[in-house]
């Protein structure tokens, strides 16, 4: 995924910046939420690049790392579907995010995309942390429990991206993976693409919403 434009990150950490506290109370927490495919990840990394440049302590907190491991995948017949909403760690993702907005310290799984497992562990927020964006497919979608997360977020943006251009993204990534294209097709369009159309057609309310490139009220 290419970065996105200096002026759209620069427009989105101007609204972000405000929400940030001082070094008493809560942390803030910001959601980017989209399809797989969309540049959640890119987007995150870039806004929070932004805020650290404008003095605030922010970090990014993927959702990735609350999958399930395909050890507990494979008997529940999931493997194959392994990223849709039922294949991760919803209880765990959401005690945690509460562990976020109060506790001084926090530890983060992590996700390996290489060897497809989450590390336990592998990232800390530490005190000084006081605003975390974070990124995952299913943080606004509107079924339960998911709906469920809507009173934790202080911000929430969507990336509202096309299906075919969406379809292009995901067979580009198997292909990056090293898949032949017949196979890359196959992967996006048995899994990918349906969770795509899932995320789209189910969001619940947000703020803001990323589309064409610009950010428009939700």
Do not use: C
């Not at 890119?42 to 907190?61: E, F, K, Y």
């Not at 926090?106 to 605003?131: H, K």
């Amino acid at each position: 995924m290419t970065a996105y434009p200096e002026p759209v990150v620069d427009a989105l950490a101007a609204r972000v910046a405000p929400l940030v506290p001082g070094p008493e109370g809560p942390r803030r927490i910001v959601a980017i939420a989209g399809p797989p495919g969309s540049g959640k990840s890119t987007l995150g990394a870039q806004l929070v690049a932004a805020l650290l440049a404008r003095g605030h302590a922010a970090v990014l907190m993927p959702m990735d790392g609350f999958h399930l491991d395909d050890r507990i995948l494979e008997p529940r017949g999931l493997l194959p579907r392994k990223g849709a909403p039922e294949t991760f760690d919803f209880a765990g993702f959401a005690a945690t995010l509460r562990r976020v907005r109060d506790d001084p310290s926090v530890m983060l799984p992590v996700f390996d995309r290489a060897r497809e497992i989450a590390i336990a562990g592998a990232e800390e927020i530490g005190p000084q942390t006081r605003l975390v964006v974070v990124e995952g497919n299913y943080l606004v979608l509107d079924e339960d429990p998911w709906r469920a997360l809507a009173p934790l977020w202080d911000l929430t943006v969507f990336l509202d991206v096309a299906m075919a251009e969406l379809e292009e993204r995901l067979v580009g990534r198997w292909l990056s993976f090293g898949l032949a294209p017949d196979e890359a097709r196959v992967r996006a369009l048995s899994n990918d693409l349906p969770n795509a159309r899932r995320v789209l057609v189910a969001r619940g309310p947000v703020d803001v919403i990323l589309r064409g490139g610009a950010l428009v009220p939700g």
